[in-house]
T-cell receptor, first 110, second 114 residues
Framework: DAKTTQPPSMDCAEGRAANLPCNHS???????VYWYRQIHSQGPQYIIHGLKNNETNEMASLIITEDRKSSTLILPHATLRDTAVYYCIVLNNAGNMLTFGGGTRLMVKP | DTGVSQNPRHKITKRGQNVTFRCDPISEHNRLYWYRQTLGQGPEFLTY????????KSRLLSDRFSAERPKGSFSTLEIQRTEQGDSAMYLCASSLSGGVKTQYFGPGTRLLVL
């Protein structure tokens, strides 16, 4: 499965949009982009996933570039409860193990 | 609550003791995964089951670790002769085996070996 690169940390003001980037330049055509987050001392929480098209759900939006080599997770109105480590993971649908990298530690500040 | 549940949430044990953790997956999910997470690191895959069959094991799963899923529903992870290096959060996840296999995680069991 393709490796991903994320900035180690980011800050965001409460109420503003948080845009978390992820590079996955070696992604294959059948590999999905998944986003999870982990709030301190809790299990990872699934956020969203996509293959080619942009996706939106009640938690976030996922924007995937046309060449699929990078993506951005958007939290439209960040709250203090969104402070967490966000993981971008690439996985093909036959894959069974999620490989977590370092993630991005998002700090939402009042 | 119909999510993944894990018990106990916390366990403190002495080195050399055996411990067992339980995971109850989302009821319609036939895949169940175990991960381990040490402080400051992301979760690492240990093993997974499809129904009652254990289909893959990581090299991290030493011979002191054994996982079972006897009836294809809940699973147990046992660590024998615990070592201080086993101190970690043990996470369980479940998914469907068809379609997009999104994994949903439980809250984890935090193990401290003294």
């Amino acid at each position: 499965d393709a490796k991903t690169t994320q900035p180690p940390s980011m800050d965001c003001a409460e109420g503003r949009a948080a845009n978390l980037p992820c590079n996955h330049s070696t992604i294959s055509g059948n590999e999905y982009v998944y986003w999870y987050r982990q709030i301190h001392s809790q299990g990872p929480q699934y956020i969203i996933h996509g293959l080619k098209n942009n996706e939106t759900n009640e938690m976030a939006s996922l924007i995937i570039t046309e060449d699929r080599k990078s993506s951005t997770l958007i939290l439209p109105h960040a709250t203090l409860r969104d402070t967490a480590v966000y993981y971008c993971i690439v996985l093909n649908n036959a894959g069974n193990m999620l490989t977590f990298g370092g993630g991005t530690r998002l700090m939402v500040k009042p | 609550d119909t999510g993944v549940s894990q018990n106990p949430r916390h366990k403190i044990t002495k080195r050399g003791q055996n411990v067992t953790f339980r995971c109850d997956p989302i009821s319609e999910h036939n895949r169940l995964y175990w991960y381990r997470q040490t402080l400051g690191q992301g979760p690492e895959f240990l093993t997974y089951f499809q129904n009652e069959a254990q289909l893959e094991k990581s090299r991290l799963l030493s011979d002191r670790f054994s996982a079972e899923r006897p009836k294809g529903s809940f699973s147990t992870l046992e660590i024998q002769r615990t070592e201080q290096g086993d101190s970690a959060m043990y996470l369980c996840a479940s998914s469907l085996s068809g379609g997009v296999k999104t994994q949903y995680f439980g809250p984890g069991t935090r193990l401290l070996v003294l």
